[in-house]
């Protein structure tokens, strides 16, 4: 927690504004019970109706001073939080943006959405509360026994048998409550989790009629952590009456030896009411006090799974002398490239080696879990190989800064993923001065334009968030377009024209392979058809380079390859290719 609270030093400024109104504010709060005594043995006890009125008059701009104190605070001490909050969720949100997919394989999303919002906002109320509280409270308890001991120190065994309970009931409520936080905020993760799992894959849920077991799944975190939370509120609103009953019996205590001292002559009425109201100011304050710590332990929750995101080490960063690229010429080789997921047993891939040319389609294909996305995953950085290299241009991609390594690359996920705009927003989303005739250049090469122009708005036509106003498959040919219209030296396709059907995957194909000659191509793909035409094909098994080649070669050297073949087309098909 520690940690995060440097973020309060910009505002240096307003907290000492803050604590010097703080100060203000205690000084008239605490001057008002002695000014109440004075109107009582003066004023009423003597019947000097002019002393009551001059003195009533005083204690009412001593007031207004102190509530005009308290706002001005009430106000700084907002904008502190608020500004504490916007920082941290910008640096959040900066330091996830740098993430590697291995970084986001040790976070989920769902955590990474709730210590953005909910853990921050955690923070942000403690910020607000310490500004308003952490200096007022202990000027008022401290002010208050020295005022009220001044008054009677005979009954000072009280102020101690008050504080005694209070701390005891603290103390015990801490206990119980303070371990609950830190589940309140995993169960906060596991319910977003399932809410983001049914969001998006509501058509699936559907699709098995498995309505009744989310229900039962999403039922079964929300009721985990109602209870949590139940508990902890139940025992905080236990506190608040337990306050009030210690506050009057603290009050009738003090009357009731205040009375005996009373009459005794040892003390004036006046000083006994100062006496109880100063006793009621130290418990508050206390109380103050003990709403801080119970605040901290579930501030500090957030404030470590803040920093655990913030203090993440990334495994991709750019080396001190990365070297520029200006225009790569495409080259790729993997050179002996072997890679493992962390954590993982076994290697993804193994010794894999190649070369990718300019002007040439390099197309990878095997099975389901052969390594295909996660070698072309290699090249753009989303992952380092564990051992080996991979050469852009005869120069390790390591060496290479990320943004311009990422500038040369085109890259269309399996997924098409759209952001909520319009397509023109979408097409220009990586290059943003790119003109109109460039971004129908590209839709029409990506076999985009004939449903763009069928819309009334062409393509001012609104995208709604993540696409889900298209379909599948203009949803791909779209990804495609915007990867077009970048105009890199190198495609990356993963599995990119799954979900196009064979006329327009194969005009898709032609129309590439007739814009984008001098670029180097590298294509995942499940379907022969897709690949067949491609000058090197690489077939995966198990993280193994099983064979390489054009697809005449394969069918008569690769037997993995044959079988993936011929378990699409038939024998007189490929004959005929």
């Given at each position: 927690m520690l940690k995060i609270m440097k973020y309060l030093k910009p505002y240096i400024g307003y907290i000492l504004l803050a604590v010097g109104l703080l100060f203000t504010q205690a000084m008239c709060d605490l001057s008002l019970p002695d000014y109440m005594s004075k109107i009582i043995n003066q004023g009423i006890l003597m019947k000097d109706n002019g002393f009551i009125l001059q003195t009533g008059?005083?204690?009412?701009?001593?007031?207004?001073?102190?509530?005009?104190?308290?706002?001005?605070?009430?106000?700084?001490?907002?904008?502190?939080?608020?500004?504490?909050?916007?920082?941290?969720?910008?640096?959040?949100?900066?330091?996830?943006?740098?993430?590697?997919?291995?970084?986001?394989?040790?976070?989920?999303?769902?955590?990474?959405?709730?210590?953005?919002?909910?853990?921050?906002?955690?923070?942000?109320n403690?910020?607000?509360?310490?500004?308003?509280?952490?200096?007022?409270?202990?000027?008022?308890?401290?002010?208050?026994?020295?005022?009220?001991?001044?008054?009677?120190?005979?009954?000072?065994?009280?102020?101690?048998?008050?504080?005694?309970?209070?701390?005891?009931?603290?103390?015990?409520?801490?206990?119980?409550?303070?371990?609950?936080?830190?589940?309140?905020?995993?169960?906060?993760?596991?319910?977003?989790?399932?809410?983001r799992e049914n969001l998006s894959g509501m058509l699936v849920i559907r699709a098995f009629n498995t309505q009744k077991f989310e229900e039962k799944r999403f039922d079964e975190a929300n009721?985990?952590?109602?209870?949590?939370?139940?508990?902890?509120?139940?025992?905080m609103t236990f506190m608040m009456p337990a306050m009030m009953l210690l506050m009057n019996l603290i009050s009738v205590l003090v009357i009731w030896v205040g009375s005996h001292r009373v009459g005794a002559g040892q003390l004036e009425v006046g000083d006994m009411m100062a006496f109880m109201q100063y006793t009621m100011q130290i418990i508050m304050s206390f109380l103050f006090i003990s709403m801080m710590f119970i605040m901290i332990p579930r501030a500090s929750v957030s404030g470590r799974r803040v920093s655990e995101v913030l203090e993440t080490e990334l495994t991709i960063i750019d080396q001190k002398n990365a070297l520029p690229i200006e225009k790569a010429i495409g080259v790729i080789e993997f050179k002996n490239v072997s890679f493992s997921y962390p954590g993982a047993e076994e290697p993804v891939l193994h010794d894999v080696s190649f070369v990718a040319k300019p002007g040439e389609t390099t197309a990878f294909i095997g099975a389901t879990g052969s390594g295909k996305s996660t070698l072309i995953n290699l090249v753009p950085r989303f992952y380092d190989v564990t051992e080996g290299s991979i050469l852009l241009d005869g120069k390790d991609i390591r060496d290479i800064a990320q943004h311009d390594l990422r500038e040369q690359i085109g890259y269309v996920p399996q997924k098409g993923i759209l952001f909520s705009g319009t397509i023109e927003s979408n097409l220009s989303y990586g290059k943003k001065d790119a003109s109109e005739k460039e971004l129908l250049e590209a839709a029409t090469i990506a076999q985009a334009k004939e449903f763009i122009d069928l819309k009334p708005e062409g393509m001012k036509s609104g995208i709604a968030q993540g696409g889900t106003n298209v379909s599948g498959g203009q949803k791909q040919r779209l990804s495609i377009a915007r990867a077009l219209a970048t105009k890199p030296q190198i495609y990356i396709f993963d599995d990119s024209f799954s979900a196009l059907d064979f006329k327009t995957d194969a005009q898709l194909r032609a129309e590439l392979k007739k814009n984008v000659t001098n670029a180097t191509v590298l294509l995942v793909a499940q379907r022969i058809s897709t690949i067949m035409h491609a000058e090197q094909i690489i077939v995966l098994d198990e993280g193994h380079v099983v064979g390489k080649g054009t697809h005449q070669e394969l069918l008569k050297t690769c037997e993995v390859y044959k079988e993936i073949a011929l378990s699409q087309l038939s024998k007189e098909e490929l004959g005929n290719e």
């Amino acid at each position: 927690m520690l940690k995060i609270m440097k973020y309060l030093k910009p505002y240096i400024g307003y907290i000492l504004l803050a604590v010097g109104l703080l100060f203000t504010q205690a000084m008239c709060d605490l001057s008002l019970p002695d000014y109440m005594s004075k109107i009582i043995n003066q004023g009423i006890l003597m019947k000097d109706n002019g002393f009551i009125l001059q003195t009533g008059g005083i204690m009412l701009l001593i007031s207004l001073g102190g509530v005009i104190a308290a706002i001005l605070v009430g106000l700084i001490a907002s904008k502190v939080g608020a500004g504490v909050a916007r920082t941290l969720r910008r640096h959040v949100f900066e330091k996830v943006s740098s993430f590697s997919n291995a970084e986001f394989d040790k976070f989920s999303t769902a955590s990474l959405i709730t210590r953005t919002t909910n853990d921050i906002t955690q923070i942000q109320n403690l910020v607000t509360m310490m500004i308003r509280m952490m200096f007022y409270a202990p000027i008022m308890g401290v002010g208050g026994i020295i005022l009220a001991l001044s008054k009677d120190v005979s009954m000072s065994w009280i102020i101690i048998l008050a504080v005694v309970i209070l701390i005891g009931l603290i103390v015990v409520i801490s206990i119980i409550v303070l371990p609950r936080f830190k589940k309140v905020q995993s169960l906060i993760d596991k319910l977003n989790l399932i809410v983001r799992e049914n969001l998006s894959g509501m058509l699936v849920i559907r699709a098995f009629n498995t309505q009744k077991f989310e229900e039962k799944r999403f039922d079964e975190a929300n009721k985990d952590l109602m209870k949590v939370n139940l508990f902890v509120n139940r025992v905080m609103t236990f506190m608040m009456p337990a306050m009030m009953l210690l506050m009057n019996l603290i009050s009738v205590l003090v009357i009731w030896v205040g009375s005996h001292r009373v009459g005794a002559g040892q003390l004036e009425v006046g000083d006994m009411m100062a006496f109880m109201q100063y006793t009621m100011q130290i418990i508050m304050s206390f109380l103050f006090i003990s709403m801080m710590f119970i605040m901290i332990p579930r501030a500090s929750v957030s404030g470590r799974r803040v920093s655990e995101v913030l203090e993440t080490e990334l495994t991709i960063i750019d080396q001190k002398n990365a070297l520029p690229i200006e225009k790569a010429i495409g080259v790729i080789e993997f050179k002996n490239v072997s890679f493992s997921y962390p954590g993982a047993e076994e290697p993804v891939l193994h010794d894999v080696s190649f070369v990718a040319k300019p002007g040439e389609t390099t197309a990878f294909i095997g099975a389901t879990g052969s390594g295909k996305s996660t070698l072309i995953n290699l090249v753009p950085r989303f992952y380092d190989v564990t051992e080996g290299s991979i050469l852009l241009d005869g120069k390790d991609i390591r060496d290479i800064a990320q943004h311009d390594l990422r500038e040369q690359i085109g890259y269309v996920p399996q997924k098409g993923i759209l952001f909520s705009g319009t397509i023109e927003s979408n097409l220009s989303y990586g290059k943003k001065d790119a003109s109109e005739k460039e971004l129908l250049e590209a839709a029409t090469i990506a076999q985009a334009k004939e449903f763009i122009d069928l819309k009334p708005e062409g393509m001012k036509s609104g995208i709604a968030q993540g696409g889900t106003n298209v379909s599948g498959g203009q949803k791909q040919r779209l990804s495609i377009a915007r990867a077009l219209a970048t105009k890199p030296q190198i495609y990356i396709f993963d599995d990119s024209f799954s979900a196009l059907d064979f006329k327009t995957d194969a005009q898709l194909r032609a129309e590439l392979k007739k814009n984008v000659t001098n670029a180097t191509v590298l294509l995942v793909a499940q379907r022969i058809s897709t690949i067949m035409h491609a000058e090197q094909i690489i077939v995966l098994d198990e993280g193994h380079v099983v064979g390489k080649g054009t697809h005449q070669e394969l069918l008569k050297t690769c037997e993995v390859y044959k079988e993936i073949a011929l378990s699409q087309l038939s024998k007189e098909e490929l004959g005929n290719e």
